[in-house]
Structure formats: structure tokens, C-alpha cells
């Protein structure tokens, strides 16, 4: 007995790191690259090749308006998707089986974007099949990283989620370096083939690793999950009693522990309802601040940048943050005695955000004003936004995870995702309104930017309320306590 104890202790006490992680990492990194390689383009490209091939200058709000549009409905799709996804790993197939075949339409949307770069019918069709490839995909992934730890190392489980993420941003890094200079010089035709070609060894990566990944089976189709039982909840509200919550009603039909799994869902939920205007807002540094660089003063220590290729600086300062976060930052204010909790965190990256679009749209001010602003001032900005999705991104996955029952893991980061659709979904209807001249119109140049950094602030306001009051409950936690509990009563 006292053996059995010291060696789970020892265990507890000496994690490792899974030997699948290497190439769910290296998986990501090359997908990664491929999709943000192609995406840092995307809007430029659109501008320059449909929508305002002549350069035109009485055509440029609204063509810069119509591909901006374009841009963040292909993202919403690709966000949107992975509640499908998740769905069809955890009912159906499994997360190994939809990683795998769903990468496979990713590759053919890719082709396709290289074959049709002058036919935007059939370009069209190339960005629906990335979106149903990279949003097919999505929520299994993240969700895969964490199948792949138990109670031994779950310890090590907020590392990996940073050093999945630092993987993601090398990826980006140098797609969105290399792919706008392929552009530049040798055309749409490779600098859209490039990604798919990434995207295919990102495949391969996946498959390599077959032998050694934990597989969670898929469930089937059983009636005590989140929508079943929200939906019995929903229909049968009348039962209601004094002191219960709404969803209690269920218990009447379901499993007590599921439904209370299921409450612990609504409430992540509660907090994820303040992110979607993080999301509107940060893929605009791939689209509409892409194309203020164009206005911009673009010289670097001699080196005239390419407009698509400032947007560089995000992942390159992530690359930093996640470290200097992880390892200095939070343990700073944890021994200082303002611990930073998750809810803490993502309050401070809503507003690092909304400062970082002040920066933004005090540039357009100087930029409508005539002037053309040094690039540093853009650099800096992308700096702020960083470190605020550094707080919002990262901890997101991480409470995605934790908050919720390991039935519902890959469905809650589906759910995640779904925070950035809605956000690029309101994008696309403010750039609708732009293009066709109705209310949003009135918003030009910097106004714009003062919009959405004015939203923010009421959304932090709010939250700033909300917070202190929302419940948490952390299952990798529990869960370990009990083990322990369990290991010392052998």
C-alpha cells in the first residue's frame, strides 16, 4: 500500500509531457501556416484582383468595404464549423477520424485557390472548402490536446496549451513574412499553392503520429448531452419549481451529474459572451489594418516593408508574451497576492484591446488628415493587441477546457470558436452596411475605429460588473483531488 502511494505521489510530483504533443504541435504549426499564409493575402488580393482591379479611387471605400466583407464571412464560416465538427468526433467518428479526413478537403479548397485566383466563382468555392476543412477540424484539435494528459501530468496541461499556441504563431510568423513576398513577385498562383502544400505536410505530420495518440471513443448519439438536455429544460420550463434553477427541470429526465455537467457549460457560456467583440475586433489587424498599411510610411531600418507583411508583428510579439505571461508575468502577480485568475485575465486583454484600437484610430486621424504615419505606430498597436490576446486567447482554450465535463470537451471549444464567428459575423454586417451605404457609412476613417473602440468600453463596463459575480467550477482539478483523495485512503 505505502509502495502504491509514493509512486502516484511521485508521479503527481514528477510529470510528463505526453509523446503525442510533438506532433499535435508540429500538425498545428504547419496548418497553421497554411491558413494564415493564404489569409494574410486574402484581403489585398480581393481588392486588387475583383473588386477594384483599375485602382480606382472613387471605387476604393467600397471595394475595400466588399473584400473586407468577404474576408470575415470566410472566417465566421471557418469559426462557425467547428460545432459540427465537434459534434461528429464526439456522436460519430471520433476526433482522430474528422482531423484526419476533414484535412484532406482543407487541401483541395487550397488547390482550388491557386487553380481559380482569376474566376472569383470558383475562387469562392476554394474559401468554402478551407472553411469546412479548417473549421471541421478546429475544436478537435485543442480539445485532442488535452485527451492526450491524465492526473499524472495534468500540471503541465496550461504549459502546453501555451506552447500549442506559440505553435500556432510560428506558423504564422512565417507565412505571413514568406507568402506576401511570393506574392509580390511571383504571383497569386504560388503564393496560394505554397499554403496548400504546408497544409498537406501538416496532414502527413498528423498521420505519423497514429500509433501513440489517446483516443477518446465517440459516444453515439445519446439524449443526456448539452442540447438534449437544454432543450428538455427549455420545452418544459413550466415544472419550474421555487429554488430551482431552469435547468433543474431536467433532472426529472436526466442523470443528475449530466445535467449539472450542462449547467457548467451555460456558465462558461456566460463568461464566452463577452468575448465575440475581442474577435471582431482582433481579426481586423488581418484585414482592415492590412490595408491602412498600404497608407502608411512603410520603411524599416532601410527595408521597405510589404503592407501585408506588418501584420508579422502579432504572432512575432506572442511569441514573446507567451513565456514572458507564463512565466514572469502571472507568477509575479500570483506572489504579490493578486492572483490572476482567468476571469482577471480576460478582463485586462478587453482592455488592452480597446487601447490598442485607440493607437489605430488615432493613425487614420493623421492618415484622413493627409500624412503618412511611420509604420512603428501600427507596430505598437499590434503590440498592445498581442498581449491582450495573449490574457483573452490562450485562457480561453484553457477554460474552454477546464470548465467543462470530458463528455462536452471538444463541444465547449466548439463553442469557443463560435465566440469568433459571432464576432466576425457583426464585421460583416458593419462592411455589408459600408458597401452598400447604409448606416455604418457614416463611420469613415477614424470614426470607424472610434466605433468599435467605444463598443469595448461598454462591453468592459458591463463585464466589469458581471464578472465578480459568475460561478466557476474546474473538473481537472476536482478530478485530481480526487485521485489523490482515492490514493490516500489505499
Not at 4 to 9: A, E, Q, R, Y
Not at 419 to 437: E, Q, R
Not at 469 to 488: G, H, P, Q, S
Request: aromatic share 16%.
Amino acid at each position: 500500500m505505502t509502495q502504491d502511494t509514493f509512486t502516484v505521489d511521485e508521479k503527481l510530483a514528477e510529470p510528463k509531457y505526453p509523446r503525442s504533443i510533438p506532433f499535435i504541435i508540429g500538425n498545428e504549426a504547419a496548418e497553421r501556416f497554411s491558413f494564415y499564409g493564404m489569409r494574410s493575402i486574402l484581403v489585398t488580393f480581393l481588392v486588387a484582383q475583383f473588386f477594384n482591379p483599375t485602382g480606382n479611387a472613387a471605387l476604393q471605400t467600397v471595394a475595400e468595404a466588399k473584400a473586407n466583407e468577404s474576408t470575415h464571412f470566410f472566417v465566421s464560416l471557418a469559426y462557425a464549423l467547428p460545432f459540427v465538427g465537434a459534434i461528429a468526433a464526439d456522436w460519430f467518428f471520433g476526433k482522430y477520424k474528422i482531423i484526419l479526413y476533414v484535412s484532406i478537403i482543407y487541401c483541395i479548397g487550397h488547390l482550388c485557390l491557386a487553380l481559380f485566383d482569376t474566376d472569383l466563382t470558383g475562387f469562392r468555392y476554394g474559401l468554402i472548402l478551407i472553411a469546412i476543412g479548417a473549421g471541421g477540424i478546429k475544436s478537435c484539435v485543442s480539445a485532442n490536446v488535452g485527451d492526450q494528459f491524465d492526473k499524472s501530468n495534468q500540471s503541465l496541461l496550461s504549459k502546453v496549451y501555451g506552447w500549442f499556441y506559440f505553435a500556432i504563431n510560428a506558423g504564422s510568423v512565417l507565412s505571413t513574412i514568406a507568402i506576401p513576398y511570393i506574392y509580390a513577385h511571383y504571383g497569386a498562383k504560388w503564393a496560394f499553392g505554397i499554403p496548400g502544400i504546408l497544409m498537406a505536410i501538416a496532414t502527413a505530420i498528423f498521420f505519423s503520429g497514429r500509433k501513440i495518440y489517446v483516443r477518446v471513443p465517440p459516444s453515439g448519439i445519446k439524449k443526456d448531452n448539452f442540447l438534449f438536455i437544454s432543450w428538455y429544460a427549455l420545452t418544459h420550463a413550466g415544472k419550474k419549481q421555487p429554488g430551482q434553477s431552469l435547468l433543474d427541470v431536467a433532472k426529472a429526465e436526466y442523470n443528475a451529474e449530466k445535467v449539472d455537467g450542462v449547467k457548467a457549460v451555460w456558465r462558461v457560456m456566460a463568461v464566452f459572451a463577452f468575448v465575440p467583440i475581442f474577435w471582431a475586433m482582433w481579426d481586423q489587424s488581418l484585414s482592415e489594418w492590412v490595408l491602412q498599411s498600404k497608407k502608411l510610411d512603410l520603411n524599416m531600418f532601410g527595408y521597405q516593408l510589404l503592407p501585408e507583411q506588418v501584420q508579422t508583428a502579432n504572432p512575432i510579439f506572442l511569441l514573446s508574451f507567451i513565456p514572458i505571461f507564463n512565466y514572469f508575468v502571472y507568477p509575479f502577480f500570483d506572489k504579490i497576492g493578486l492572483k490572476t485568475t482567468p476571469l482577471r485575465r480576460l478582463g485586462a486583454g478587453l482592455v488592452l484591446t480597446a487601447m490598442s484600437f485607440v493607437i489605430i484610430a488615432l493613425i487614420q486621424q493623421n492618415i484622413d488628415a493627409g500624412q503618412h504615419p511611420s509604420v512603428w505606430w501600427q507596430i505598437l498597436a499590434y503590440m498592445v493587441l498581442s498581449a491582450g490576446e495573449t490574457l483573452v486567447s490562450i485562457t480561453g482554450l484553457e477554460y474552454a477546457y477546464t470548465q467543462s465535463p470530458k463528455s462536452m470537451k471538444s463541444t465547449m471549444s466548439a463553442i469557443w470558436l463560435l465566440t469568433v464567428a459571432a464576432g466576425n459575423l457583426f464585421d460583416v454586417y458593419v462592411n455589408n452596411s459600408i458597401a452598400n451605404h447604409g448606416f455604418f457609412s457614416r463611420f469613415e476613417g477614424a470614426s470607424y475605429y472610434w466605433l468599435f473602440a467605444g463598443i469595448m468600453t461598454a462591453f468592459i463596463l458591463v463585464y466589469l460588473f458581471v464578472s465578480p459575480r459568475l460561478k466557476e467550477r474546474n473538473y481537472v482539478t476536482e478530478d485530481e483531488n480526487k485521485v489523490i483523495a482515492e490514493t490516500n485512503n489505499l
